[in-house]
Nanobody
């Protein structure tokens, strides 16, 4: 079993930055692909970014060039650095991991999920 705990959300003005963190515990973390998803009010959960340990990285087109995903194996933590934030980035952000080692943008392929952290971007 894996436990994921997100942090770092908050309220920020458009154009600002935030860094989300997701600490993993419970079982071996290294080797599993990790991802961030988000869900805005009234919308379905959508893929944001994913990273694996063999060089694979994916970004949704809507965040490409503004968000950066990174992994710290020593700290069992995944990060999402968000810059140039827009009001449409407002959502609850979830981190997730899967038993597979390669990245995928499909939420149904991820096995474990955190409780989410809220990001609000004001205009």
């Amino acid at each position: 079993q894996v436990q994921l705990v997100e942090s770092g959300g908050g309220l920020v003005q458009a154009g600002g930055s935030l860094r989300l963190s997701c600490a993993a515990s419970g079982r071996t973390f290294s080797g599993n692909a990790m991802a961030w998803f988000r869900q805005a009010p009234g919308k379905e959960r959508e893929f944001v970014s994913a990273k694996d340990w063999i060089g694979g990285t994916l970004y949704a087109d809507s965040v490409k060039g503004r968000f950066t995903i990174s992994l710290d194996n020593a700290k069992n933590t995944i990060y999402l650095q968000m810059s140039s934030l827009k009001p449409e980035d407002t959502a609850i952000y979830y981190c997730s991991t899967r038993t597979g080692i390669t990245v995928t943008p499909n939420s149904w392929e991820y096995d474990y999920w955190g409780q989410g952290t809220r990001v609000t971007v004001s205009s």
